[in-house]
């Protein structure tokens, strides 16, 4: 389902779609990043999850939604279409919980970029997401944890690295406190190395 606002984007020099299953939150960051940006916009967020609470950030925020669902993810007749009517030039996942399919690689070489909340490799792979990270991180006693923002290749995480950002770990911290650190690295820095790749490849 495909949900249209009045976004003007005619004259935007790079397009970016971001992919998100949840919260929404770094999705919403994001968007309101680039709204004052002179280098590119959001003009698209794509959703497999139809209860998702991105859902009403970006109808607030003025942003297009296409709700897919999962099967249609892996569906290149679908999702191909989807991105180019849209002129996508960069696809962010912020929290999207599915696997990227490999033709959306081939079509987007080193124009997909993934956020993971830990200091990878350590703490990456399938299953390795969310509060599964941080409560991974406290039970062996880290000393620190942070998040990586790297490319997307076809093995979960393990993508070429562009950037790291780390916090230190109390003994004392639980793994919601340590998410929460975790996450304002991600509002600080997230927003500003995804401009730092458009600026690069303008």
Do not use: W
Not at 167 to 186: F, G, R, Y
């Amino acid at each position: 389902m495909k949900i249209t606002t009045t976004i003007d984007d005619s004259k935007i020099m790079k397009k970016i779609a971001i992919f998100a299953s949840g919260n929404g939150s770094n999705c919403e960051n994001i968007i309101k990043h680039f709204s004052q940006s002179e280098v590119a916009r959001v003009v698209l967020v794509v959703t497999n999850n139809p209860s998702a609470k991105v859902i009403e950030r970006a109808k607030r925020l003025d942003t297009d939604i296409s709700i897919v669902p999962k099967d249609s993810i892996s569906d290149s007749s679908i999702m191909l279409p989807l991105l180019r009517e849209k002129c996508i030039d960069l696809i962010v996942l912020a929290g999207f919980m599915l696997y990227i399919p490999s033709f959306l690689i081939d079509n987007y070489p080193h124009r997909i970029v993934n956020i993971h909340p830990s200091l990878l490799p350590k703490y990456g792979g399938k299953g390795m997401y969310g509060m599964h990270v941080h409560e991974a991180v406290k039970e062996n006693n880290e000393k620190e944890s942070g998040i990586t923002i790297h490319f997307v290749n076809n093995e979960y995480d393990r993508g070429e690295i562009i950037a790291q950002y780390s916090t230190p770990v109390s003994p004392d911290d639980s793994a919601e406190e340590i998410a929460e650190k975790v996450h304002k690295l991600e509002y600080a820095h997230y927003p500003s190395i995804i401009e730092k790749i458009i600026r690069e490849e303008a």
